[in-house]
């Protein structure tokens, strides 16, 4: 039986900003994106007589509600590939926890498939079938830091972010996206839509001035957790911190490795008191 293992990247918006909201119900948002070293493993065993997804985390679905699944199964209709593949996710990425674990799985799927066969989709009709997955699932195969627009799948190449050193912490409960989008008051997000990514360069100083995120109004207001989060890393010597997507994660990035795995110490001594999963991360530049 052939099969296949894909790394499949976590990631953190280190700016999202809400700018409208669409008739048919949707946000439209504004986006810095990065993939970071933080990874589940997709493996797919090909040319089964069925679709089936199985994975380690007792909290995912294993139906055709699982985006992996949908992923296949939207790639063999829309290329009439009769055929089934057996995906087992091991997963590491916290879950519904604002670090984009499902997108990523979904995204990991496309591109197995169209690598085991042959490459029928072009890399614009892999982003279409992505984009029916999920607003987030085309982001994860363009490969680059990006930022995003629209639902948040108009993607430009962000090029200019240094290396950073990233502490992840993540408190032990989940927070549905579309909860925090419905409780989410447009009128007090301050809609600036011809907002310009300034260039960061090198400069790692300015990215403390840049952090931002329209979401943490809604999910702090209700998990002032996430807020004594934040206020640890940044008195551990973060330069900055944020939630992520719609939390509850919260990274805070350091100068360096050094100074990031001082703080990873003393945040897992914290977590004595207080249940959160750590993790010391990198960004995944390309
Ligand atoms: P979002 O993209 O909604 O911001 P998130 O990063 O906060 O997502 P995910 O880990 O992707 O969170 O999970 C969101 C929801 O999707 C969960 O309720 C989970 O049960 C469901 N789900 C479906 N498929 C997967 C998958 N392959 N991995 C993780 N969650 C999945």
């Known amino acids: 039986m052939k099969t296949l293992?894909?790394?499949s990247p976590a990631k953190i918006n280190l700016f999202l900003?809400?700018?409208?909201?669409?008739?048919?119900?949707?946000?439209?948002i504004i986006t810095l994106i990065s993939r970071i070293r933080l990874f589940d493993t997709v493996v797919l065993a090909f040319d089964q007589p069925s679709t089936s997804v199985k994975c380690s985390h007792p909290g995912v679905p294993e139906d055709r509600s699982n985006l992996a699944y949908r992923a296949a199964s939207l790639f063999f209709d829309t290329l009439s590939i009769h055929d089934g593949v057996a995906i087992s996710i091991d997963k590491v990425i916290p879950v519904a926890s604002?670090?984009?674990?499902?997108?990523?799985?979904?995204?990991?799927?496309?591109?197995?498939?169209?690598?085991?066969?042959?490459?029928?989709s072009s890399d614009g009709e892999l982003m279409e079938i992505a984009l029916k997955v999920g607003a987030d699932v085309p982001f994860f195969l363009f490969g680059h830091v990006a930022v995003a627009r629209g639902i948040g799948n108009d993607l430009e190449v962000c090029e200019d972010l240094p290396p950073l050193s990233v502490v992840l912490v993540c408190p032990r409960f989940e927070v549905h996206t579309a909860w925090v989008y419905e409780n989410l008051n447009l009128g007090l997000?301050?809609?600036?839509?011809?907002?310009?990514m300034r260039s960061l360069k090198q400069d790692f100083s300015r990215v403390k001035h840049f952090l931002f995120n329209d979401l943490e109004q809604v999910t702090i207001g209700k998990f002032p957790e996430i807020k004594t989060i934040k206020n640890a890393l940044l008195d551990l010597g973060a330069e900055a911190a944020l939630m992520s997507g719609s939390g509850p994660s919260v990274f805070g990035l350091f100068k360096d490795a050094q100074q990031a795995t001082k703080a990873i110490h003393s945040i897992i001594s914290l977590r004595r008191r207080a249940r959160w999963d750590t993790f010391l991360v990198e960004l995944l530049l390309p």
């Open 98 to 120: 604002g670090l984009g674990g499902g997108s990523s799985n979904a995204a990991a799927v496309l591109m197995g498939l169209n690598r085991h066969y042959g490459l029928p």
């Open 189 to 196: 997000t301050n809609s600036d839509k011809n907002f310009k």
């Open 17 to 28: 900003k809400v700018v409208g909201r669409r008739p048919d119900g949707y946000h439209e």
């Open 5 to 7: 293992a894909i790394p």
